[in-house]
């Protein structure tokens, strides 16, 4: 089944990216297009549900997404390389435009002068601003105004769409677009990456559970596996997960918090994980690593795979307290909840400043973002069981009170 990528960008290039990706086989392309940049954390948020990975046309809007800690699924963005430099020089050279004294935004100062000395042009009066997090639109236009006015540049060349339209009637502007084989090739790895994270996450994983008594806590525990508890008629308790969340969760396989707690509380405790492709293969491993776990000693825990890898995890310390969900549990709780880890980590700063409860107010003003994001990202958190509705906010405000959420994080 073919992944579905969303491209970001303004229009016009994501109709560009769209039609190069009809070339590339086992993806869907959606276009997320924008009027400008600063829309792009929006468009992203909006839109994760939708997709399975995102291509941004450049690394402005892929910065300000990712730093916004709105990207969960795998994203890369197209460069700018050298080769869509070296076309718009011949293109200006045509017209018969003075490319020895060019203004360049975005790209690297290494590229450019790498780009101009192949083709033999003098480097010493071009003025290049490369891309760093937080450069705005307007600061690339006035980098640009500043390059004509004290290096007599002649011809700007932009890689930001909203940078160009300010300047066109200014001066002399031309706005980079990628080339086919940079969307092309980004693709391309980025298909291969989203297939491969799929395939790996999404195989089957099934625990098996021997405890000498009852535990009434032994379902909160199963939560940091972000799966599901059952018990069976000879008297195991069957878990229910995918081999992502297990990584994440025994950080690659090299411990079980899960074992810990429960040998606080038992005398014995025996854990089996199988991990497949299908339920029947995990099923199997289960069993094989179970048997396993109670001959290594006492308490253990074993992860089977195929190719007879079986992975032993012995507990951790018997006078260890059962760990809290804190900051090592964010990636687990980003994957469950369908939101980043950097987004889950500012939360829990504003959770730390207003523990009497939060709306989305205040997380919308926190994150930056519109609140239409921010009560979707509530109400994420509310189906994850991290976030309950504890009330409402009058304080003289009319209309609809704010709902205030409980956040544990």
Do not use: W
Not at 207 to 234: F, H, K, N
Not at 280 to 298: C, D, M, Q
């Amino acid at each position: 089944m073919p992944v579905t990528i969303g491209v970001v960008g303004p229009e016009d290039l994501v109709h560009r990216a769209i039609a190069v990706g009809a070339e590339v086989g086992g993806a869907t392309l959606t276009g997320l297009a924008y009027r400008h940049e600063s829309e792009a954390v929006e468009v992203v948020a909006e839109a994760q549900e939708d997709v399975d990975a995102l291509l941004f046309t450049g690394v402005v809007p892929y910065t300000t997404a990712t730093a916004a800690g709105v990207v969960t699924h795998p994203a890369m963005y197209v460069s700018y390389d050298g080769a869509t430099l070296l076309r718009a020089l011949v293109e200006l050279l045509r017209l018969g435009h003075d490319v020895t004294r060019i203004s360049v935004d975005t790209l690297r100062r290494t590229e450019v002068m790498e780009t101009l000395t192949e083709a033999k042009l003098p480097t010493d009066q071009v003025q290049v601003l490369p891309y760093k997090s937080g450069l705005t639109s307007e600061d690339i236009a006035a980098f640009h105004r500043t390059a004509r006015e004290r290096h007599d540049t002649r011809v700007a060349i932009t890689c930001l769409g909203s940078a160009y339209h300010v300047l066109e009637p200014e001066m002399h502007t031309v706005r980079l677009a990628p080339s086919r084989f940079s969307i092309r090739s980004t693709l391309q790895a980025l298909v291969l990456t989203t297939v491969g994270q799929q395939v790996g996450d999404a195989q089957v994983a099934l625990g098996l559970i021997e405890l000498p008594g009852p535990d009434d806590t032994l379902a909160a525990d199963v939560v940091t596996l972000g799966g599901s508890l059952a018990p069976l008629p000879d008297g195991r308790h069957l878990v229910v997960t995918t081999r992502g969340l297990l990584e994440q969760a025994t950080e690659q396989f090299t411990r079980l918090p899960l074992l810990d707690r429960l040998a606080t509380r038992h005398p014995s405790v025996h854990i089996g994980f199988g991990v497949g492709r299908t339920a029947a293969e995990a099923e199997s491993l289960a069993k094989r690593a179970i048997g396993r776990a109670s001959s290594v000693g006492t308490s253990a825990g074993v992860v089977a795979m195929a190719d007879d890898v079986d992975i032993v995890i012995e507990p951790g310390g018997g006078d260890e307290p059962p760990a809290e969900r804190g900051a090592e549990s964010l990636p687990l709780l980003a994957r469950r909840v369908g939101l980043n880890a950097q987004t889950l980590a500012r939360l829990r700063e504003l959770v730390t400043d207003r523990p009497d409860g939060l709306t989305a107010h205040d997380v919308a003003e926190h994150l930056v973002v519109q609140q239409r994001t921010a009560r979707r990202v509530l109400k994420r958190l509310e189906r994850a069981g991290i976030a309950a509705p504890i009330g409402s906010q009058q304080q003289g405000r009319t209309g609809r009170p704010p709902t205030v959420y409980r956040v544990r994080l």
